[in-house]
């Protein structure tokens, strides 16, 4: 039985609207990148050299998307679905590179840090995964931003972005936003880069992204 206190909290979740973050946060893209199968995502920053090619990795070349560079310098996001590894530029959304079968032996993180071999302009770098394996992603990130799961509706997990006083003590719309409602899929991951920059959510049928990276970065 939910104490007086559970119940209101409950009520408060349920009551909350999906809405938008707040500026600085923008959505990356219109809408959510369909991945079919998602297992996990992880976060790596692609190195700060001069950009190069997506597909000048030799294990992604067959598969990876033509003439997209790297986003030197910037958030990536790796997901790993039962259909293969993919990378992403956390900034567009872009598809950096594809590998549609991966070694047996690391195409799932399976391994005692859970990570997966990255691929495109990080390829050799193991990237930690959060999903279904286990794992999760950064729930704070500069500036005083939280992220919270809450399950009002359990099985539905709600995916609550705060600051300041937060969600549990503040105003809906001024110190917390409900900005995700996984009804429809299973959520796998939320959470923000360890740079901050970006949140996602992953659910085991699509990505979403929001930036506080300016449009003009390149």
Same mark, same amino acid.
């Given at each position: 039985?939910?104490?007086?206190?559970?119940?209101?909290?409950?009520?408060?979740?349920?009551?909350?609207?999906? #809405?938008?973050?707040?500026?600085? @946060?923008?959505?990356?893209?219109?809408? =959510?990148?369909?991945?079919?199968?998602?297992?996990?995502?992880?976060?790596?920053?692609?190195?700060?050299?001069?950009?190069?090619?997506?597909?000048?990795?030799?294990?992604?070349? =067959?598969?990876?998307?033509?003439?997209?560079?790297? %986003?030197?310098?910037?958030?990536?996001?790796?997901?790993?679905?039962?259909? /293969?590894?993919?990378?992403?530029?956390? #900034?567009? /959304?872009?598809?950096?590179?594809?590998? +549609?079968?991966?070694?047996?032996?690391?195409?799932?993180?399976?391994?005692?840090?859970? *990570?997966? %071999?990255?691929?495109?302009?990080?390829?050799?770098? %193991?990237? %930690?995964?959060?999903?279904?394996?286990? /794992?999760?992603? +950064? !729930? *704070? =990130?500069?500036?005083? @931003?939280?992220?919270?799961?809450?399950?009002?509706? @359990?099985? +539905?997990?709600?995916?609550?972005?705060? *600051?300041?006083?937060?969600?549990? /003590?503040? !105003?809906?719309?001024? !110190?917390? @936003? +409900?900005?995700?409602?996984?009804?429809?899929?299973?959520?796998?991951? =939320?959470?923000?880069?360890?740079?901050?920059?970006?949140?996602?959510?992953? !659910? &085991?049928?699509?990505? *979403?992204?929001?930036?506080?990276?300016?449009?003009?970065? &390149?």
């Amino acid at each position: 039985m939910l104490t007086e206190y559970q119940q209101l909290l409950r009520e408060r979740f349920l009551s909350a609207p999906v #809405t938008a973050p707040p500026a600085p @946060w923008r959505p990356v893209s219109a809408r =959510a990148i369909a991945i079919g199968g998602l297992v996990g995502i992880g976060f790596a920053e692609a190195p700060a050299e001069a950009p190069v090619e997506a597909n000048a990795d030799a294990n992604a070349d =067959a598969n990876a998307d033509a003439n997209v560079e790297a %986003p030197a310098g910037r958030d990536v996001v790796m997901v790993v679905s039962h259909d /293969g590894h993919g990378l992403f530029d956390a #900034t567009t /959304g872009a598809r950096i590179a594809r590998d +549609h079968e991966p070694d047996a032996d690391s195409a799932y993180p399976a391994d005692a840090d859970l *990570t997966c %071999p990255g691929l495109g302009p990080v390829a050799g770098q %193991p990237v %930690p995964i959060a999903g279904l394996f286990g /794992g999760g992603l +950064h !729930t *704070t =990130a500069e500036g005083g @931003w939280m992220v919270d799961v809450v399950s009002p509706e @359990w099985p +539905h997990d709600r995916v609550i972005l705060s *600051t300041g006083a937060g969600a549990y /003590g503040g !105003t809906l719309g001024e !110190t917390w @936003w +409900h900005v995700f409602d996984a009804d429809y899929s299973e959520l796998r991951a =939320a959470g923000f880069s360890p740079s901050g920059r970006t949140l996602a959510v992953a !659910t &085991s049928s699509d990505l *979403t992204l929001w930036t506080r990276t300016p449009p003009s970065v &390149s």
